[in-house]
């Protein structure tokens, strides 16, 4: 836990706690209102709510704002930033669109869906080779706006189809 020493409305140090006050022992919800006005301290506030696509936080000198300490604010990228956020998170989605195709290149090989070769064998092989296709798509020309589609759930020759719910159920207590 970080805290900041305060000399009226200046922070003169920020630190860990244990740094700052080591012959003091703490309880573990950390110390109370009464602490802190005796010890001239205000807790640091290490995170503030911002838009990563188009913020970012920068460090700046100590300051007080309400009942915390602050060392970082919000900062506005520049289109450069931006666009390279944007790429990043393009190739972060290409590379996970390759990576679940490489984990479901078994399911186009034509004798996993073929009753005479392979028993079991999947049903649904023509869902996977539709949905490898989007995934496909996405892998070669990823964008920052992407959305990989749900992978289908694997259906096999063996396995009972799981019966249709009919009426309501009660949960009884």
């Known amino acids: 836990m970080f805290v900041g020493i305060i000399n009226g409305t200046t922070v003169t140090q920020v630190g860990d706690i244990n740094d700052l006050f080591p012959n003091t022992s703490f309880p573990p919800s950390g110390p109370d209102a009464a602490w802190y006005t005796e010890n001239s301290c205000l807790p640091v506030n290490l995170y503030i709510p911002y838009d990563p696509a188009t913020q970012y936080l920068e460090s700046v000198p100590p300051y007080i704002n309400g009942e915390y300490v602050y060392v970082s604010q919000v900062a506005q990228m520049s289109p450069e930033m931006i666009a390279q956020y944007q790429a990043s998170v393009a190739s972060q989605i290409g590379a996970q669109a390759a990576a679940l195709l490489s ?42 706006t992407s959305v990989i589609p749900a992978e289908p759930a694997q259906q096999w020759s063996n396995q009972p189809t799981p019966p249709t719910p009919t009426g309501s159920s009660t949960v009884v207590a």
């Open 103 to 144: 984990a479901t290149d078994w399911t186009t090989i034509p004798s996993v869906a073929d009753p005479a070769q392979s028993n079991p064998y999947l049903t649904n092989q023509a869902e996977f080779i539709s949905w490898r296709s989007q995934v496909r798509a996405i892998a070669v020309s990823p964008t920052y």
